[in-house]
């Protein structure tokens, strides 16, 4: 390579002063590991969000135009389900029942839960049993509890566990699995939409969202039309994940918040990374005045002052994503309920920054250096 000899002298530069290389390492991967904590506490809690569309798999949604979340459904009248099946485009269309509720397990203690039901008749969206019989749920009274991190606080309920719901008698008849668990902390039992209804008090509507199948992708667009002449709104899933996304984002606390957290972890390792930096070409000056008087060109100083922060920047950014991991993997394993999740997003995020800290260090070395005149170094 042209300029492998100068990129030699500048790695030798940076990993002989052990201090201030391992004090630059050390500024950048907690720049890091902050950085990627706060992005993937927020993927994780928006993965959560997500979880009732992930769980139930409709291709579409019917919905009031102002719910933001899936959890916070507002309650419309059977005659959208009506229209709807009668929608050209539309495959077919069910009923579906969210809502909260408190019940009485046999220890007399009471505990929140999430009531999801499902159409009688295909049971659309029903999760997958680990234990139990799908037909089991067309008894009397019965109810499918799902086994996530919430599970035991009903106390680990088995099949054949007894508990009550609004004065009405529950019995467990099937353990599932879902594939994201819920963000509010409480458990999930699924019913039958009708039995839902009947256990819940509502308002005078009851159902909560209808979903519906399109017979291909051309016909989303003229549904999405004609729902919204009965005073609603259809989403794909994507759209109402995008929705719940917004809302999480801008109208609450939790965007803001990790947004700000974010920027001062950027902030502090731009600041330790500048300083120490701009120290380690203070205190080596003579010998970039050497390698100028030698014949150094000032581009080539350049070229060996980025590959120095960059160099140290890549290895601070691998350390940093290895430790964000090593925390995450193992708080996930003793804490059932800890959301956070690394994505590809979280990852360009903080190289992107990293990069950036890296450029900002870099500018402050190159400037100085190219200030410097061999004659001042030889005559100090």
């Known amino acids: 390579m042209r300029y492998s000899g100068i990129l030699r002298i500048g790695f030798k530069l940076l990993v002989n002063d052990r201090g201030k290389f391992f004090a630059l390492l050390i500024g950048i991967t907690f720049a890091v590991f902050l950085m990627m904590e706060m992005t993937a506490m927020f993927a994780g809690i928006l993965n959560r969000a997500f979880s009732p569309v992930t769980n139930i798999g409709a291709a579409m949604w019917i919905m009031d135009p102002a719910v933001n979340t899936a959890t916070s459904p507002i309650p419309m009248p059977d005659y959208v389900l009506d229209a709807t099946r009668s929608m050209d485009g539309v495959s077919y269309a069910v009923p579906l029942f969210m809502g909260g509720a408190m019940v009485k397990l046999a220890s007399g203690t009471f ?12 049971l659309f969206g029903r999760p997958e049993l680990e234990q139990g019989n799908i037909q089991d749920i067309y008894a009397d009274n019965t109810f499918f509890v799902v086994d996530d991190a919430e599970f035991s606080k009903l106390g680990n309920p088995k099949i054949g566990t007894t508990f009550e719901l609004n004065d009405h008698r529950g019995r467990i008849v099937g353990i599932a699995r879902v594939v994201s668990n819920g963000l509010n902390g409480v458990p999930s039992l699924y019913t039958t939409y009708h039995r839902a209804i009947e256990y819940l008090p509502s308002t005078r509507f009851t159902m909560s969202y209808v979903l519906v199948q399109p017979k291909n992708e051309a016909a989303v667009a003229g549904i999405k039309q004609q729902v919204a002449k009965l005073g609603y709104v259809a989403f794909t899933k994507d759209e109402f994940n995008n929705r719940i996304t917004h809302y999480y984002t801008y109208q609450t606390g939790i965007g803001t918040n990790i947004l700000l957290m974010t920027i001062i972890a950027f902030i502090v390792g731009l600041s330790i990374s500048g300083q ?34 960059f160099f140290t920047a890549m290895i601070g950014y691998g350390l940093g994503i290895g430790l964000v991991t090593l925390m995450i993997t193992i708080a996930k394993s003793r804490l059932p309920n800890y959301a956070a999740t690394i994505t590809f997003g979280n990852l360009g995020l903080a190289f992107g920054m990293v990069l950036l800290i890296a450029g900002i260090s870099s500018y402050i070395g190159i400037r100085k250096v190219l200030k410097i005149e061999p004659f001042d170094i030889f005559r100090g």
């Open 111 to 122: 505990q929140g839960v999430n009531v999801v039901g499902l159409d009688d008749s295909s």
């Open 276 to 309: 120490t930096f701009y120290t380690f070409i203070l205190e080596n000056l003579e010998k970039f005045g050497a390698l100028k008087a030698i014949g150094a060109k000032g581009r080539e100083l350049v070229y060996m002052i980025l590959f120095m922060a």
